[in-house]
């Protein structure tokens, strides 16, 4: 096992594992260090994919536990399904927007300033201690917005969605 001391980020999910009481195996490390050194926002099965080559042992329940256990804590946030029936993760809880193309099941991030005042306002008006947010717009990519044209311009009836 490398000598390696998790920052930042990663040292942040690490620390959740460690107060569920999780053993920190390199498996386990390998996921956190995944979460945050990805834009993309994977789901189980594709971390599992990626992973599998450095570590031939690791089973995708221990990908779907690990993940679970973050998502328990608050550590990182689960974004519900892109239209492809997969929960999707995110390691990104600062407050922001998620952009999900219901057609190429793509999901970026939006900063968004003015969210964070909206967790104060709601904060204040409920009482609460917010934790977290999660914010999700549906909506179709610029690039399945012109396959959608294109389609369109060659004739083929296009289903109103
Ligand atoms: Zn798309």
Do not use: W
Request: glycine share 6%; aromatic share 4%; proline share 4%.
């Amino acid at each position: 096992m490398a000598a390696f001391a998790p920052q930042g980020e990663e040292k942040r999910l690490v620390e959740a594992l460690q107060k569920a009481g999780l053993r920190l195996t390199p498996q386990r490390l390998a996921i956190c260090r995944y979460l945050v050194n990805t834009d993309e926002h994977p789901t189980a099965q594709e971390i599992h994919r990626v992973l599998k080559e450095d570590f031939p042992s690791l089973s995708l329940a221990t990908v779907y536990n690990t993940l679970e256990t973050l998502v328990s804590l608050g550590a990182i946030h689960a974004v519900g399904d892109a239209g492809d029936d997969r929960v999707h993760y995110d390691a990104d809880i600062t407050p922001h927007i998620n952009l999900v193309c219901i057609r190429c099941h793509r999901i970026i991030d939006v900063p968004h300033e003015a969210l964070s005042h909206l967790e104060e306002e709601a904060a204040a008006r409920s009482g609460y201690r917010i934790l977290g947010a999660r914010l999700v717009y549906y909506g179709l990519c610029p690039a399945c917005q012109r396959l959608e044209s294109e389609k369109e311009k060659h004739g083929s009836t296009s289903v109103a969605a």
